[in-house]
């Protein structure tokens, strides 16, 4: 016991026993948020959803995952075939880092950085690389369309995003995560600045590719948006990201506005692990109830509502945070 | 900018459908687009044609019957009746009144099973799925009363020339009335969920407008007309049937874009309810089938085109009859035929997001139009 | 009477018929029978009167062709039948010009018997594949057509 | 790599169990339909039916992504290129279900003069599950699901039922 605890206090041997606990989340993690996502519709569906592999139907998925292990990867003729194989790497591997500093606990935390939130904000803004070169290689138009509207959504929703965190960010005066989750001992961000939260759970659905702003895989628009080509595990590794994606949007929001591991009796791990999931399932529940924006109009609204509302945001934080 | 870099601007062809989730079965569009901006539509229709008029040359009147619930498979029973009524004119049947009663509210029942389904499948069309499945709870309880009288879920080939052949009984009248007051208690959730919802306002406002001209011109009918503010119904204006014996309304729209259309059809259904639960009450007693129906189906020379009002539209049918127990020339005048093309015009200058809840909006059925 | 105003404006135009109909027989109102040339007149009298294109079809009478054209009203009940007599191998004017509804009729025609129709903007086949080398509702289609 | 006794050095006999019993427990649909039977494959994923407790529920639009092709309706001679084309899209290993008369044998279409279209579906593609009807009720397309689950494991759901 000993000798794992001063293993743990090792930088290096922390990193990669970390390492080793985030791919294993990220999967098992993915397996359960694709299950609850398929319970969560059916249930909002008048319908039980998968029922029949494995107790209501939970380890349905991982039939799904070996399935998909087991199809054909199947690389068109047309495509560019370096960074069609490349892209689903890609998009993995940002959303995997991003892991690193984002404390489950007070203790649970593979690296506390003084520049954590920054670090997720970057490596976020990553994944839409690999969306264009997903869609570009693919060599199809309808990829192309996929690729193209996210960048442009991408980047029309980083802003305000950014904005937004700023205001948290100076109340606290720290860009350590761990810094942000201990200032909210008291009250929670949610409650000193609901509109920032408002905005910032916008501002995630629309960064995670979700509905009502799936834009990039408009399914009746679409077809399949920027995967379109993409095959068994190729394919898999974009919807594991998909959802790892929706977990660490999820984590940022629990950090920064809901407190993060704070709450009574549960350890911290455990109040982390609920909040993270009471927001994804938000995230559900919006994807399940309303229709999809048009691109145009998902656009307007990032440039001329979210933008100028987050600012204002920040003016009045850093107005009332001057007078105080 | 594009010419100052001496960048030739180029148009591209995106090819949707003939499989797309959007295109409701198997219609091909042919889009030059400028971006996402689309130049030129240009539908490629047929990939649904089985050679039903051809068919109907090679058959007897009585075997072409169940050809008419597969025309259109989403409002079946408006496209049997039709037939009927048309040989019953060639023939000079006249079909007692219970029939008649039977038939319009089989119709109607039918009429809320298609618009229940275009409901659903438009807002999938849009991306929200939950109403889709909202939408299939309810049809399947009225397909639960369909299936109990005419045998089939879907295709149903019900009515005979001169009548129906099987009676309606308390039971069914009771289940009837039980559903209208279901599907009215649902009417909140629905209006709640989608129609004040922003983003579906936002979707469908000022979009994929048709305008009085442009139906003229185009013989576009049913709801995509009564959005555009044109009272046209045929159930009103060419009364058949038992329906001047109802009384319902004809809801209309002002601007004829999506929101109308959307409006109009739940307008619509909420009116079918009316019709259903009058008919329910005053169902007259008598036979259901008419005296003195030939058993070999032999009209004689003639011709005649008869309309009805389907969910999608004017359904017309001109029958060429040479005295012979084939007819010589059937020629279906499908709605969705006319409707889709205006599509064209809808679609240019638009959006691709446009395109697929302008599309959606008209309601089509593709083997309708492919016959 | 939108009836009446049919009547009066198809008068000036010579045509062959001009007569009111057995609506309870046929279902319709006005019936008329015109030569192909003097379509587009008749179409654009229609037009006129605010009526639209119902339903256009052709009926193949072995030695001849029999054009219907049936036009209604959304405002008045009033349904006249247009007959026009075509022999074979011959071409129709196009009525897409003034009714662009026509068009596709126009297409469908041209697939299903192969009359051909002069200045139609976009005349291909419309149902059967662009290959096909039939008419599959020319009454001798049957014996040259067999099933694979 | 065989022993003398005939006995297979190693087993794989027990992965490809658990690969098919996989396969078998999610197979994903094409969103294709293609006349009446679509309406009714809707059903079956619908509220009611719910392929999703089967695991076969996930309809995929592109045919890269997909298992299983429902060929829910009547190819006509132009459609039948891109159903092939479709088919040839889709990443083995693949499955087709003909759903409904005119899939199986062109239903009640095919008559001696019919031109338009293709008297059923086995004729352009390999099919593993023929489901009869004018359209299949959704208990049916159930029960061909089921069928092809029964085909890919050699064992089924469906087969306590029918011993009982």
């Excluded at chain 1, 993690?29 to 996502?37: D, K, V």
């Excluded at chain 2, 129609?195 to 000022?206: E, P, Q």
């Amino acid at each position: 016991m000993e000798l794992v605890a001063q293993l743990l206090g090792n930088e290096g041997a922390r990193m990669v026993v970390g390492l080793i606990a985030v791919i294993a989340l990220v999967s098992v993690n993915a397996l359960f948020l694709i299950w609850m996502e398929r319970k969560v519709a059916a249930h909002m569906q008048l319908r039980p959803g998968p029922m029949e592999v494995g107790p209501h139907g939970a380890i349905q998925t991982v039939a799904d995952a070996i399935k998909l292990m087991g199809k054909e990867l199947i690389t068109p003729a047309e495509v560019d075939k370096p960074i069609f194989w490349l892209a689903p790497i890609v998009i993995f591997l940002p959303v995997l880092l991003s892991f690193l500093v984002i404390p489950f606990s007070s203790t649970w935390i593979i690296k506390d950085m003084n520049v954590g939130i920054l670090l997720i904000l970057a490596f976020s803004t990553l994944s839409v690389l690999s969306i264009l070169m997903a869609g570009w290689s693919s060599n199809n138009k309808y990829a192309v369309f996929g690729a193209i509207r996210s960048v442009a959504q991408n980047v029309a929703y980083e802003i305000p995003l950014l904005v937004t965190v700023m205001s948290i960010i100076l109340m606290v005066g720290s860009f350590k995560l761990t810094d942000i989750v201990a200032a909210q001992s008291g009250v929670w961000f949610v409650a000193v600045q609901p509109l920032a939260f408002i905005l910032f759970i916008i501002c995630a659905t629309a960064e995670t590719n979700r509905a009502p702003f799936d834009i990039p895989e408009a399914e009746s628009e679409l077809v399949a948006g920027f995967h379109t080509e993409y095959t068994g595990m190729r394919f898999a590794l974009f919807f594991l990201a998909e959802y790892t994606n929706m977990f660490i949007a999820a984590a940022v929001a629990t950090v920064l506005f809901l407190g993060g591991w704070q709450g009574p009796i549960l350890p911290g791990v455990v109040w982390f692990l609920l909040k993270v999931y009471a927001v994804i399932f938000l995230l559900m529940w919006f994807r399940w109830t309303f229709p999809r924006l048009r691109f145009d109009q998902l656009i307007t609204f990032a440039w001329k509502i979210l933008i100028p509302l987050a600012f204002v945001n920040l003016l009045i934080t850093a107005l009332v945070l001057k007078l105080r | 900018m594009i010419e100052l870099l001496g960048i030739e601007e180029k148009t591209y062809t995106l090819n949707l459908g003939p499989q797309h989730p959007s295109t409701h079965g198997v219609l091909r569009v042919l889009l030059e687009m400028d971006g996402e901006f689309i130049i030129k539509a240009e539908p490629v229709i047929g990939y649904g044609h089985r050679g039903h008029e051809h068919m109907a040359e090679n058959r007897n009147y009585t075997q072409f019957l169940p050809n008419l619930a597969r025309v259109d498979y989403l409002h079946a029973l408006a496209y049997n009746q039709c037939y009927c009524m048309a040989v019953e004119k060639l023939l000079d049947l006249k079909v007692p009144e219970r029939a008649e009663y039977i038939r319009v509210i089989t119709c109607e029942l039918n009429r809320l099973t298609s618009h229940l389904l275009w409901f659903g499948a438009y807002l999938m069309d849009l991306g929200a799925f939950t109403p889709f499945l909202y939408c299939f709870d309810d049809r399947e309880h009225l397909l639960d009363l369909l299936d109990g009288l005419t045998g089939s879920r879907l295709t149903y080939c019900f009515f005979r020339f001169g009548g129906v052949p099987v009676d309606i009984d308390a039971d069914f009248v009771a289940g009837c009335r039980a559903f209208v007051s279901r599907l009215r208690s649902r009417w909140d959730d629905y209006h709640n969920l989608v129609t004040k919802n922003v983003i579906f306002i936002h979707r469908t406002r000022d979009v994929g407008i048709i305008t009085r001209d442009q139906c003229i011109k185009y013989g576009i009918t049913g709801p995509n007309l009564r959005g555009s503010g044109i009272p046209y119904d045929i159930r009103k204006s060419e009364p058949y049937s038992a329906y001047p014996e109802f009384d319902f309304e004809i809801p209309i729209g002002s601007n004829g874009d999506i929101y109308d259309r959307y409006i109009v059809r739940l307008a619509e259904m909420e009116q079918s309810l009316r019709i259903i639960e009058q008919a329910c009450n005053k169902l007259p007693d008598g036979p259901i089938m008419a005296e003195k129906v030939p058993k070999r189906i032999k009209p004689p020379v003639g011709e005649v085109y008869q309309a009805v009002e389907t969910a999608r539209g004017e359904f017309g049918m001109y029958i060429v009859s040479q005295g012979d127990v084939k007819p010589y020339r059937i020629k279906l005048r499908t709605p969705s035929f006319a409707n889709m093309s205006i599509f064209p015009e809808m679609a240019q200058d638009n959006l691709v997001a446009d395109l697929v809840a302008n599309l959606g909006s008209i309601d089509v059925v593709i083997p309708e139009i492919d016959r | 009477m939108l009836k009446d105003n049919l009547i009066k404006a198809l008068a000036p135009l010579n045509l062959e018929k001009v007569a009111e109909g057995d609506y309870a027989k046929t279902g319709y109102h006005l019936e008329v029978a015109a030569l192909p040339a003097q379509l587009p007149d008749v179409a654009q009298a229609m037009l006129a009167a605010g009526c639209f294109l119902e339903s256009f079809t052709a009926v193949d009478l072995n030695e001849a062709f029999d054009l219907v054209y049936h036009f209604a009203s959304f405002d008045e009940l009033c349904r006249t039948a247009v007959h026009l007599p075509l022999g074979k191998k011959k071409g129709m004017p196009t009525i897409s010009h003034i009714y662009p509804g026509a068009d596709w009729y126009e297409r469908e025609v041209f697939d299903l018997f192969g009359i051909h129709f002069f200045n139609h903007p976009n005349l291909k086949r419309l149902l059967l594949p662009e290959d096909a080398d039939f008419h599959p509702l020319l009454k001798d289609f049957g014996a040259s057509q067999g099933n694979d | 790599m065989e022993t003398k006794t005939g006995e297979p050095l190693i087993h794989l006999g027990v992965l490809e169990e658990a690969l098919n019993l996989a396969r078998a427990n999610s197979l994903w649909p094409l969103t294709f339909g293609l006349a009446c039977c679509a309406i009714e494959m809707m059903a079956a994923g619908a509220a009611r039916f719910d392929l999703d407790r089967f695991g076969a529920g996930v309809f995929r639009p592109s045919p890269r992504q997909c298992d299983l092709m429902i060929v829910a309706g009547t190819i006509s001679k132009k459609m039948a290129p891109a159903v092939v084309r479709l088919y040839e899209q889709m990443p083995a290993p693949k499955w087709v279900m003909a759903m409904g008369n005119c899939a199986i044998s062109g239903g009640p279409f095919y008559y001696p003069t019919q031109y338009a279209i293709v008297p059923g579906a086995d004729l352009i593609i390999p099919v593993d599950v023929y489901v009869p009807g004018c359209p299949p009720r959704p208990e049916t397309l159930i029960e061909g699901i089921l069928l092809l689950e029964e085909k890919i494991t050699k064992r089924g759901r469906l087969r306590k039922f029918r011993d009982a």
